[in-house]
């Protein structure tokens, strides 16, 4: 692996970490109280707005022309299936966090929209961990580097 890669690994790395945190922050808002009220709802949303940024960050990290699923598959065809669940992932969950925040701009009136909202919100959380480990396999497997949950 030459030098410029190996320092793009570790860019994907540290962004790995961050993302990692972000979903800590959604997950560790949905177990709030939702009696809570305003307050869970902020928490909320500042989690999925972190989570917007981090998931648009990772897409043009990793999905770059020459980028990490180009070269992985480029290196070890047999992980094109793999890397493509993984792209087409990354398109649902920006959709997914997207719908989310369109939720909290119309509002969520009642106990039962507050409840499929908190539910999808941990649909997505299971998800990407799901997503990260795949990753990470992905990630070994074409170039025998483990890159971490966190730092």
Do not use: C, K
């Not at 949905?30 to 707005?49: I, M, Q």
Request: proline share 1%; aromatic share 4%.
């Amino acid at each position: 692996m030459d030098a410029e890669f190996a320092a793009y690994l570790e860019r994907v790395r540290a962004h790995r970490a961050e993302l990692g945190e972000s979903m800590a922050a959604l997950d560790a808002a949905l177990a709030l109280p939702v009696g809570l009220g305003s307050l869970w709802r902020r928490r909320v949303r500042a989690a999925l707005t972190e989570l917007a940024h981090d998931l648009r960050d990772h897409r043009s990290l990793t999905e770059a022309e020459g980028g990490l699923y180009a070269d992985a598959v480029a290196r070890a065809p047999r992980l094109a299936s793999v890397a493509a669940v993984q792209l087409a992932e990354h398109g649902e969950f920006v959709e997914i966090v997207e719908r989310l925040l369109g939720e909290r701009e119309s509002g969520l009136d009642g106990a039962d929209s507050v409840a499929a909202h908190r539910e999808a919100a941990t649909d997505l959380v299971g998800r990407l961990v799901r997503h990260r480990q795949r990753g990470a396999d992905l990630i070994y497997e074409a170039y025998e580097v483990d890159i971490g949950g966190s730092d």
